[in-house]
Every structure is written in structure tokens, then in C-alpha cells.
């Protein structure tokens, strides 16, 4: 088993970006062990006909809400998150909110918040070519402060499962060729490497894993 997730604690819960709703539990959240015993509690009409289990204990995945529109982005505007996008100029909130908004209302863009014990440590983006495709593609971005505890792993196990009970058959990650550390990560998740394509604003490495259907 990899090694466990490191603690996250309650008050790292914002992201530096200020209260955006939802109660910030008292409690001390530890991500470590794996379980699948509890359900997730998805939010929202987009997602309530999943039931993700978690596989790794007090991790969850739910839907993102119009309440997290400020968090993402200020995980978005995280200076290695930019980096490592392919457009790399910080993003305004009025782009963002629209960005947003339309995702939420999307039907083939799905958002999803990770969370530790009701604590968001991330966002993760699953984007279907189009309505009702079987080839997604996946995002993730874990909060700066909680980066390096070992949730990419169990965050792309999870939206890999919701994306079976999807009916996805296909995921695709598409990675600047600079950025070892997702690929590192998306490989270990079970993405094999594709092809390189190219973009305006570099190379990217493209990957996909094989999503079965459940
Ligand atoms: C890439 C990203 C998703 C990794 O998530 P994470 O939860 O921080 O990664 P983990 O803690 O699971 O670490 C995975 C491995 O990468 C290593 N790692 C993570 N961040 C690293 C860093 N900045 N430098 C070097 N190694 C790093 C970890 O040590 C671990 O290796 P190990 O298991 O061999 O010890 C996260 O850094 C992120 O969101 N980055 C910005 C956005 C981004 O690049 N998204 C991907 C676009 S496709």
C-alpha cells in the first residue's frame, strides 16, 4: 500500500480565499487509511444518481456548487497551477464566474470538489468531447496546501469510477510535457502514454486510461 496521506487539518480548509459557505467541521481531518464503507453524500442533481465510494477513508468526491466558485479559483490562480496549464496567465474572477457557471449548468462538464472530512482539498474535471461521449477528459488540481499528501492517487481512483458509472469508457489526461510530477501521478493511477500534441502554448503528452464500466 502507498503510504498514507498526511493530516489535513480544519483551518487549511479556504484556501486563503475567504468563507464561501459550508461549515468548516471542528474535527482534525486524517485521510490515510483505505475503506469502502461509506457512500459519498454527492450535492446536487448532476451527481445523485452515483454513488462513488471512497477509497480511501474520509475522502469524497461531490459536486461542485455555485458555493466553491471562488476557491477553485484561487486554487486556479496558484502560481504552479499556472505553470503548469496551458494558458498561464492568472485568471480574472469575472472569466472565471462565467467559466463556472456555464460548467455547473454544462452537460458535459462535470465538477467535482474532493473533500477530507467536509475539508475541500481539490477540484477534479471531467470533460466529455461532447454530450453523452464515452471519451472524457480529466483535470485535477489539488489545493497548494494540501498538495503532497497522497490525494492525487485516491482523487483519480474515485473520478475514474464515477466516470464508469458515467457510462466514459475512455479518460484522457493531457499534460505539459514539463510537468513530471501529474505525470508521474497520472501513470501511477494507470494512464498509459498516447501520443504528443501539440497546443498554442507547448507540447502536451497525452494519456488515457481504459474506465470500466460499472
Ligand atoms: C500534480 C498534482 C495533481 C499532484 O497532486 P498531489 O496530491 O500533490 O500529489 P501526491 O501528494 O499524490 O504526490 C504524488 C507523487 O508526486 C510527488 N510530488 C508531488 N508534488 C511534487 C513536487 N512539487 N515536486 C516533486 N515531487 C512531487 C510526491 O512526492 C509523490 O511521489 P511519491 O509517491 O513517489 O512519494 C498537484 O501537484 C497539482 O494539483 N498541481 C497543480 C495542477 C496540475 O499540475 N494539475 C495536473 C494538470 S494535468
Not at 5 to 21: D, F, I, S
Not at 187 to 198: D, I, L, N, Q, S
Request: aromatic fraction near 6%.
Amino acid at each position: 500500500m502507498r503510504k498514507a496521506a498526511r493530516e489535513v487539518r480544519p483551518n487549511e480548509a479556504q484556501g486563503g480565499e475567504g468563507h464561501t459557505g459550508g461549515t468548516v467541521p471542528s474535527e482534525t481531518g486524517v485521510a490515510g487509511m483505505r475503506s469502502r464503507t461509506k457512500p459519498v453524500g454527492d450535492n446536487g442533481d448532476k451527481s445523485s444518481a452515483l454513488d462513488p465510494r471512497p477509497v480511501i477513508a474520509g475522502l469524497t468526491l461531490r459536486a461542485a456548487e455555485m458555493r466553491d466558485c471562488r476557491r477553485i479559483l484561487a486554487w486556479a490562480n496558484d502560481p504552479a497551477t499556472r505553470v503548469n496549464s496551458f494558458t498561464s496567465r492568472p485568471i480574472g474572477y469575472a472569466e472565471h464566474r462565467c467559466w463556472f457557471e456555464a460548467a455547473l449548468a454544462s452537460d458535459q462538464r462535470w465538477l467535482y470538489i474532493a473533500q477530507v472530512k467536509q475539508i475541500p482539498v481539490g477540484l477534479v474535471r471531467l470533460d466529455q468531447e461532447y454530450a453523452g461521449a464515452e471519451v472524457a477528459e480529466v483535470g485535477i488540481n489539488v489545493a497548494p496546501r494540501h498538495r503532497r499528501k497522497g490525494l492525487s492517487d485516491p482523487i483519480l481512483r474515485q473520478i475514474r469510477r464515477i466516470a464508469g458509472a458515467r457510462g466514459i469508457h475512455t479518460l484522457v489526461a493531457r499534460i505539459r510535457a514539463e510537468n513530471e510530477v501529474s505525470i508521474r501521478v497520472f501513470e501511477r493511477a494507470g494512464y498509459r502514454f498516447v501520443a504528443e500534441e501539440k497546443t498554442q502554448t507547448g507540447l502536451a503528452r497525452r494519456y488515457e486510461a481504459v474506465v470500466q464500466i460499472v
